[in-house]
């Protein structure tokens, strides 16, 4: 989606009119603000300010091309994918408008956008495509109508994301940042043997790609992206969130959970679902999902409710959501 919108910002500001096309080269002002920026930083590469670029190398070109979408992104992740959907927008305007190849063409594509008489053009048709989408999904959010939910057929990682072994993890290979101490423990929890657990899901936050459930923001409603959905052994789905007690929205998403936990409770949907405060494995039990979580001092779960899922031939997971 976000391509079209670039397309369609294009149009709007008749970017193809707009531009200078004739003689442009990648000026080294924005060069210095890459060596600046230190680009591959973001990527989790540190290079030395030192570095030393040629501008006739498409990979380069590249890196400064990288750079510059990674730099316009925010505040959106400067994930793999969302790169990915920018840089499309950027050669399907070219072969739309100028007839020029992403490939055979790729160096003249790259010193237009790059010179200094077209890059904050360019910069300005990406910034509207970000409100455009950003208006977009937070409408679809909110509107938070009945539907169904697929596990995602695969997720792209962005770079960070190191491969960990995590056998019951639906995705496979998992990935994980390590960034936050209290869901590297619930992994880790899950991944114990005898728990009941058939597979788990760590769940994003973004978009209808991941789940969510929805919680009030003054009078509006926003969605909440549980941490982890579970299937039990025995069919029931849990939905937890290992979640800090003391953060702001705490008692906001805990209430919103809590409530979309009764109304599953009332259809008669079979799963399990909380806020965890308290990750340590050694306050949980895992012999059977009635005791699979286990209150203590510093661990609240927000209670039991059910779930419809959809069995069919890939792997039994849909589910219901309301």
């Given at each position: 989606m976000f391509t079209r919108l670039f397309l369609e910002a294009a149009t709007v500001a008749?970017?193809?009119?707009?531009?200078?096309?004739k003689g442009q080269h990648v000026h080294p002002s924005f060069i210095s603000d890459w060596k600046t920026g230190n680009i591959d930083m973001i990527a989790g590469t540190h290079l030395q300010a030192n570095t030393e670029?040629?501008?006739?190398?498409?990979?380069?070109?590249?890196?400064?091309?990288d750079y510059f979408v990674r730099k316009n992104l925010s505040p959106f992740h400067p994930e793999d994918r969302s790169v990915g959907h920018v840089k499309e927008g950027i050669y399907q305007f070219f072969g739309k408008h100028m007839k020029l190849d992403r490939v055979k063409d790729f160096q003249t594509i790259i010193n237009i956008v790059l010179s200094e008489n077209n890059r904050q053009r360019f910069a300005n048709a990406i910034d509207t495509a970000k409100q455009s989408y950003i208006a977009h999904t937070e409408k679809q959010d909110k509107e938070l109508v009945e539907e169904m939910w697929d596990v995602p057929e695969k997720i792209v990682y962005g770079e960070g994301y190191v491969e960990t072994e995590a056998k019951k993890s639906v995705m496979q290979p998992f990935h994980s940042d390590e960034s936050w101490k209290s869901e590297t423990k619930f992994c880790a929890f899950l991944e114990t043997p005898r728990n009941g657990v058939s597979w788990w899901l760590k769940n994003g936050a973004r978009d209808a790609t991941?789940?969510?459930?929805?919680?009030?923001?003054?009078?509006d409603k926003s969605p909440f992206y549980v941490d982890f959905v579970v299937l039990m052994k025995d069919g029931t789905i849990g939905l937890f969130d290992p979640h800090g007690i003391h953060l702001a929205d705490f008692a906001a998403k805990s209430d919103g959970l809590r409530s979309y936990v009764s109304g599953l409770k009332k259809r008669g949907r079979k799963a399990i679902g909380g806020i965890v405060a308290n990750t340590d494995p050694r306050d949980y039990t895992g012999d059977g999902c009635s005791t699979?979580?286990?209150?203590?001092?510093?661990?609240?779960?927000v209670g039991r409710t059910g779930y419809s899922w959809k069995s069919d031939k890939r792997d039994e997971r849909q589910v219901e959501r309301y």
């Open positions: 008749e970017l193809d009119e707009n531009i200078e096309t670029l040629d501008t006739a190398s498409d990979m380069d070109l590249q890196r400064l091309f991941f789940f969510a459930v929805p919680y009030s923001v003054g009078k699979w979580v286990k209150e203590k001092t510093h661990t609240r779960v």
